[in-house]
């Protein structure tokens, strides 16, 4: 998490030398964005995390030696992990589904305009996800498709055998993309409450962040 005393600590990692330029210069014209270090490859991602402790990572898909989605994996796996924001030109089920379970909290194509990207990186930075209106309808798509039965099981054995009713109720809300403000005044609990069942439930499902959790719930078809 970043703090109000400093600007978001950003890496940005792809493959293409334009894109690297053309994103370096949109966020510096950013003042509470600073892009920290830049990588050509997923194998670099680890280096970078190391030496430069970035916020937020702009992750691209498809790179020649490590992708996009290993790269988030080993990112999202470290210790107090850096937030993911996929950006590709590829908008593919697997690719938006892998990359969510992975860990990424956003993922956006190469075609959004650039407000909404700036604005994308402040969204993960506060801990909240950001995804495109085309990857949303994936994810309304994936619910619909003839897989969803068992899925739909599995999501929700899951979710009923690891949660109290009470973090089923967030789970369900956080489903719904709601903010810690939007569920405390739902739920009527404080918003420290709601960080707290938030946090407890994804130690209890393993699970990295607030996207993966609206999955399983859209996966157990819960809303």
Known sequence: MTGADRPIRLAIVDDDPLVLAGLRILMGGSPDIVVVAEAKDGTEVDALADAHWPD?????IRMPKVDGLVATRRLRSRPAPPH?????????????????????????????PPLEIIAAVRTVAAG??????????????????????????????RLAAALTDREREVAVALGRGWSNAEIAAELRMSVPTVKGHVSRLLTKLDLNNRVQVA?????????
Do not use: C, N, W
Not at 90 to 103: K, T
């Open 215 to 223: 999955l399983l719930v859209h996966d157990a078809e819960l809303l």
């Open 84 to 112: 993911v924001i996929v950006l590709t030109t590829f908008h593919h089920d697997e690719y938006v589904l892998d990359a969510l379970r992975a860990g990424a909290s956003g993922f956006l194509l190469k075609d959004t």
């Open 56 to 60: 937020v990572v702009l992750m691209d």
């Open 128 to 157: 909240s996800a950001t995804l495109s209106p085309a990857v949303i309808r994936q994810l309304i798509d994936h619910v619909a498709d003839p897989a969803a039965g068992p899925r739909r099981a599995t999501a929700r054995a």
